[in-house]
């Protein structure tokens, strides 16, 4: 990977916090044009009424309005357990080419499976307008950005890069939060600890942002940090934790966690690039295999 942060490039980032899920999606503003792109938007979904809702999508989209900006990519960091995307909903509304790493193609095929998903499933993330590889360059506007692989929490994980800004999905939380699970299937504790030193091997002061705060401790939800502290004060892999320790934590950790609420339904509809799956007569329908996760 040749690219390098952009220290001189200090993109405007605008955080939108889902209470539902603890997820953060952001609006990132190219600061020399009206360019911008958005990442890990959600569409809501209340499980027991079977009811789709798109509030944190409209306050986007809202936001991308009133400052008159032009939507050139919704990023994708991961296919998401924890919440439905809104990708989709806001590609309707504003434009912009949906983006997630080439491996979702994994992740389509480890899921197509276990949610016995036809043949006409297509498990080559064609769902998707582009697909990132590592160290992948593109632009917002006139904003340098790439993408680099960070698997571990999930085989299709990326962190993308937008001038002195990076967009860490679930490879890290806050420092005090941690790092996320890595024990869905095609995830590897021992990956994700290697793909979190990629991260910390960026500049010092590159400006990271999280895809999820939880607020441990009770202090007020955060998602904003940099390289720096994370090398520092992480408390799964800062200050020198080996990777031999940080395996053994994690596997014990997440051997006490349930899984996400919204795991069922969030696969079935993030494989798809946020499209809910119809059944025969074009109805949306969401399976709930049995036994499988």
């Given amino acids: 990977m040749d690219n390098q942060v952009d220290l001189g490039c200090t993109p405007q980032v605008t955080g939108f916090f889902d209470p539902h899920s603890n997820t953060i999606s952001y609006v990132v503003q ?3 044009s009206t360019a911008c792109a958005i990442i890990d938007p959600v569409m809501e979904f209340d499980q027991a009424a079977g009811r789709l809702t798109y509030e944190s999508a409209d306050q986007i989209a809202a936001f991308v309005d009133a400052n008159g900006l032009r939507v050139a990519w919704i990023i994708e960091t991961h296919v998401h357990a924890d919440h439905l995307s809104g990708a989709p909903y806001l590609q309707d509304r504003l434009g912009g080419k949906i983006g997630i790493g080439e491996h979702v193609q994994t992740v389509q095929d480890t899921f197509g499976k276990i949610f016995n998903e036809g043949t006409e499933f297509q498990r080559d993330g064609s769902q998707f307008d582009a697909l990132f590889k590592d160290g992948d360059a593109y632009t917002v506007g ?14 299709a994980c990326m962190v993308h890069v937008m001038g002195d800004a990076a967009f860490a999905g679930d490879t890290l939380f806050m420092p005090d939060g941690g790092s996320a699970r890595a024990d869905f299937p095609g995830g590897d504790a021992g990956q994700l600890y290697d793909s979190i030193q990629r991260v910390l091997s960026l500049p010092p002061q590159t400006r990271l942002f999280m895809c999820h705060d939880y607020g441990p401790g009770g202090r007020a939800i955060a998602w904003e940090t940099t390289v720096a502290e994370q090398a520092a004060r992480n408390i799964h892999v800062g200050n020198g934790k080996t990777r031999d320790e940080f395996i053994a934590f994690r596997t014990r950790r997440d051997a006490e966690l349930k899984m996400p609420q919204l795991i069922i339904p969030s696969l079935q509809v993030n494989i798809r690039a946020g499209e809910v799956p119809t059944d025969a007569e074009g109805n949306m329908t969401l399976k709930v295999p049995v036994n499988k996760l």
């Fill in 30 to 32: 190219d600061p020399a």
């Fill in 142 to 155: 006139g904003m340098a950005c790439f993408a680099m692989h960070t698997p571990g929490h999930t085989p």
